[in-house]
């Protein structure tokens, strides 16, 4: 089948092809954020002078640790709370269920543009307002969707008949929770946390409709750069922001096999 | 599912309660709520908020319609999903046939990882990336006219095209991953008996292949049309003056003309949109499931 075999060697091509057109502005970037020229000029020449400047920039570092330190909470509530309802969901047979688990799709499927300005009207209308604390509110509920999700695709694989072992042994259902069920869906559990992570951290729609000039995020900060005008260091804090997030995606994908686990 | 049965005896909602509030009661105090609210400011003439007087109106959505400017544009953004979707189909689902069908092993599912791992990475920082590439004397116009024996001038940035083709690197990963979940699992053999019974490779592929990846075209679909109609931070950044859309309006309307009304209209109008398409796809998609 020789005509198979070329097939088979131009659907290779093709693949390195869409690689190479979903990689390259990347890569394209990340050498910048090293060239001397401020205005992309080539030929390259090597500098770290863009990367020394970040630390001059008081107004990107706030804005990296508020981004951060959000990032971290909403995993923290996330992984709490979205477990307990994974569990709940997936252990305990009530009316409205299944209501439970579609209401789950909306946060995910609305558009980021649609949620984030119904949370600037409500949260202004309630008097949270805008600032960390609202952004706070809404990266959680974003996140948690997705949480809950990937902890459920997890306990599908729990054999039952552990926890009725365990009970049956005497233990409570504390400790059937806490020695079985925990340990098994863990890899669910820190895949999730990964996830809700990187949904916070490169959550850029909903933290901007919630931002205030001095309560924002990196993404936030970026965005209006960008608008004002390219600078090399708006650069090199993406080229960090970039690999930061797919090594994350790296990590979760390590722990949690995509489409269920064997 | 037998835990369940199992368990189900015992006071289910009871027991559940507890474990499920918390998570239930913020995504209604930040989901939830806020949606209704904006429906509930969307008939409003001033936000409560700013002392002025207020009352009930159906100005906002008269003034959509009145407006040819806000249908117009609504138009262009429905369009704009339409291109950027079928782009994605093009481009993403001959890749997801590759994967599924073609490679195997260890390197199917390291480049799988490499093809889904930009989407998970900052769509903004993407974005942006592109202006580089794209911008008169950036990297493309460079390259070709190094390449090249004529002098072009490569000027792709603030322009259509740049919008769609940021818009297709941003959500194309899509499109092969919910493809590429259907291909995997039509059975090879399938395949095997249309082509020992004389078929062509084409008519394999009209018949039997792209009849059974049917729900992961639907689901992809889906998935990169919503989103794309309400984007804004793209047209912004690739599409300049040209890329006003109805995203960019509605963003507009929030942080720098500051009618929110108009905007909770404009929202909602989207919202609406949005999800009709989504109750159109979705007897395809439950008869993947």
């Given at each position: 089948m020789r005509t198979t075999r070329i097939l088979e060697w131009l659907g290779r091509l093709y693949i390195w092809l869409l690689l190479a057109f979903l990689y390259l502005p990347i890569i394209i970037m990340a050498l910048m954020s090293f060239n001397v020229s401020p205005f992309y000029q080539l030929p390259f020449e090597w500098t770290t002078e863009w990367y020394a400047s970040l630390w001059q920039n008081d107004q990107l570092i706030s804005a990296t640790w508020n981004s951060v330190e959000i990032a971290v909470i909403t995993t923290i509530i996330c992984v709490l709370l979205g477990s307990a309802a994974s569990l709940a969901l997936y252990r305990y047979e009530f009316r409205g269920r299944k209501f439970l688990q579609a209401l789950l799709f909306p946060p995910i499927a609305i558009p980021w543009l649609i949620t984030g300005t119904a949370m600037l009207i409500f949260f202004f209308g309630v008097g949270i307002g805008r600032g960390l604390f609202a952004i706070l509110l809404g990266h959680v509920a974003l996140a948690l969707p997705y949480v809950i999700v990937v902890v459920s695709a997890r306990l599908?694989?729990?054999?039952?008949e552990l926890e009725e072992a365990a009970r049956s042994l005497g233990a409570n259902q504390w400790q059937v929770t806490d020695r079985v069920t925990l340990p098994w869906i863990m890899p669910g559990v820190i895949a999730g946390g990964l996830f809700a992570f990187a949904v916070s951290f490169d959550q850029f729609v909903v933290s901007y409709f919630l931002s205030t000039p001095g309560q924002t995020t990196l993404p936030v900060e970026i965005y209006a750069a960008i608008r004002k005008g390219f600078t090399p260091e708006i650069n090199a804090v993406s080229t960090i922001i970039i690999v930061v997030s797919m090594a994350l995606m790296l990590l979760t994908a390590r722990f949690f096999k995509f489409g269920g686990a064997k | 599912m037998a835990g369940q049965v199992a368990?189900?005896?015992?006071s289910g909602l009871r027991s559940a309660l507890p474990l499920l509030l918390p998570a239930y009661l913020w995504l209604t105090v930040a989901i939830f709520l806020p949606l209704s609210a904006m429906v509930f400011f969307?008939?409003?003439?001033?936000?409560?908020?700013?002392g002025k007087a207020w009352s009930f109106t159906l100005d906002n959505y008269t003034a959509f319609l009145s407006q040819g400017l806000y249908p117009t544009l609504l138009l262009a953004s429905l369009r704009l999903g339409l291109e950027v979707t079928l782009w994605c189909v093009v481009v993403g689902y001959p890749a997801a046939y590759v994967l599924a069908k073609v490679l195997k092993g260890r390197s199917r599912e390291a480049i799988f990882l490499l093809v889904i791992l930009p989407f998970w990475s900052n769509g903004l920082v993407r974005i942006f990336s592109w202006a580089m590439v794209l911008r008169e004397g950036g990297i493309l116009d460079t390259a070709l006219n190094a390449v090249l024996p004529i002098k072009i001038n490569i000027d792709?940035?603030?322009?259509y095209p740049a919008v769609i083709i940021g818009l297709v690197h941003s959500y194309v990963p899509y499109m092969v991953l919910t493809c590429y979940l259907t291909l995997q699992a039509i059975d090879g053999s399938l395949i095997e008996a249309g082509r020992s019974l004389g078929a062509s490779r084409l008519q394999v592929l009209k018949r039997i292949v792209i009849p059974l990846s049917m729900p992961g075209l639907v689901a992809g679909a889906a998935l990169i049309f919503v989103p794309v109609v309400g984007s804004f931070m793209e047209p912004r950044i690739l599409g300049?003056?040209?890329?006003?859309?109805y995203g960019t309006v509605i963003e507009d309307q929030f942080?720098?003309?500051?009618n929110w009304p108009l905007g909770a209209a404009l929202s909602f109008i989207l919202l609406a949109v949005v999800l009709v398409i989504l109750a159109v796809a979705s007897p395809i998609l439950r008869r993947a499931a």
């Open positions: 599908q694989t729990f054999a039952p | 368990i189900g005896s015992r969307s008939f409003m003439t001033e936000l409560p908020l700013s792709l940035m603030y322009s300049g003056r040209t890329g006003t859309f942080v720098a003309v500051f």
